[in-house]
C-alpha cells in the first residue's frame, strides 16, 4: 500500500499540505467540501502537488516538514528547484528565534 503526502491551493491563495493512503478519494474529498475545516471553508481548492511513500509515518513526517516550510520554499520544491529550496532554507530564521536586536 502507498501512502501520500500533498499540497493543495486554496482559493483564498493559501496552501493546504495533508497526507493520506487513498490520494483520489482525499482530493475528491477536499473538493466537495466533504472534509470539515480549513480546506472546506476555502473552496474551490486545486491540486499541487503529491509525493508517494512506503508508510505512513514517512508520508506524516514530509507533511509536518511541509507546514512548517515558507510559502516560497514550498514552491521552489513543487517546481523542483533544489537550490532554491537549499537556499532558503539557509536564509530562514528558525521558528521562535528573535529577529528584532537587542
Known sequence: M???TY???CRD???YVGHTDDLERRIAEHGSGM???YTSRRLPVTFLWAQDFQTRDDAF???RKLKGWSRAKKEAMMA???VLVSQLACSATPRGASTGSA
Open 2 to 4: 502507498a501512502f501520500h
Open 7 to 9: 499540497i493543495l491551493r
Open 13 to 15: 491563495g493559501t496552501y
Open 35 to 37: 472534509i470539515q475545516g
Open 61 to 63: 513526517a514530509v507533511e
Open 80 to 82: 523542483g528547484d533544489w
